[in-house]
């Protein structure tokens, strides 16, 4: 099961930052924080990940709390091309990818 | 950029007849995934790899399901006999471990299967 709690949908007007949370209340200290997302009838596309830092990349920005139950990850500019499912998940080395059903973010114009 | 190969890109086969999909990771990466992604719901791991040793296939159904990865390079998934809750897409992933121990993984564009 995914270690992960994502709500189920979001809207964000083209233009504006979206931030999408995770809750992750039960990670433990090895495990990462990754994101992905799922344009329809692509395969996911990797974003970010990050341990307890906070992490920046072309893509994206991820906040991970101090107690790293939860985290935030900003897509700065949100643009048409975004709308997309994005997927939280908790992994320790070695492990695979567990997936949850997901954020559905909708970008709207 | 380097990219994981699949084929082929749609697949529609009848109940109770085999299929084959093939996946060619990215070079160097020595850990492979197989999940299959039902509609509307996230992807589950149907088996993982290790070069060419299987190192998670619990939630493989076994009595029809197969996968090999013969020379710890490409990976070929079998369903025989194929059966209408079979329809999914398939999709293959790899990371470069054990080099970049948290390294992320890179997906495929997936196998669409519809089972008539």
């Known amino acids: 099961d995914a270690k992960t709690t994502q709500p189920p949908s979001m809207d964000c007007a083209e233009g504006r930052a979206a931030n999408l949370p995770c809750n992750h209340s039960t990670i433990s200290g090895n495990e990462y924080v990754y994101w992905y997302r799922q344009i329809h009838s692509q395969g996911p596309q990797y974003i970010i990940h990050g341990l307890k830092n906070n992490e920046t990349n072309e893509m994206a920005s991820l906040i991970i709390t101090e107690d790293r139950k939860s985290s935030t990850l900003i897509l700065p500019h949100a643009t048409l091309r975004d709308t997309a499912v994005y997927y939280c998940?908790?992994?320790?080395?070695?492990?695979?990818?567990?997936f949850g059903p997901g954020t559905r973010l909708s970008v709207l114009p | 950029e380097a990219e994981v190969a699949q084929s082929p890109r749609y697949k529609i086969t009848e109940k109770s007849q085999a299929v084959a999909f093939w996946c060619d990771p990215i070079s160097g990466h020595a850990t492979l995934y197989w999940y299959r992604q039902i509609l509307g719901q996230g992807p589950e791991l149907l088996v993982q790899?290790?070069?060419?040793?299987?190192?998670?296939d619990s939630q493989l159904p076994k009595d029809r399901f197969s996968a090999e990865r013969l020379k710890g390079v490409d990976s070929t998934l079998k369903i025989q006999p194929a059966e209408l809750g079979d329809s999914a897409m398939y999709l293959c992933a790899s990371t470069p471990t054990p080099v970049g121990v948290y390294a992320e993984a890179f997906f495929g564009q997936g196998t669409r299967l519809t089972v008539v």
């Open positions: 998940i908790v992994r320790s080395y070695g492990q695979n990818f567990v």
């Open positions: 790899f290790q070069d060419e040793s299987v190192v998670d």
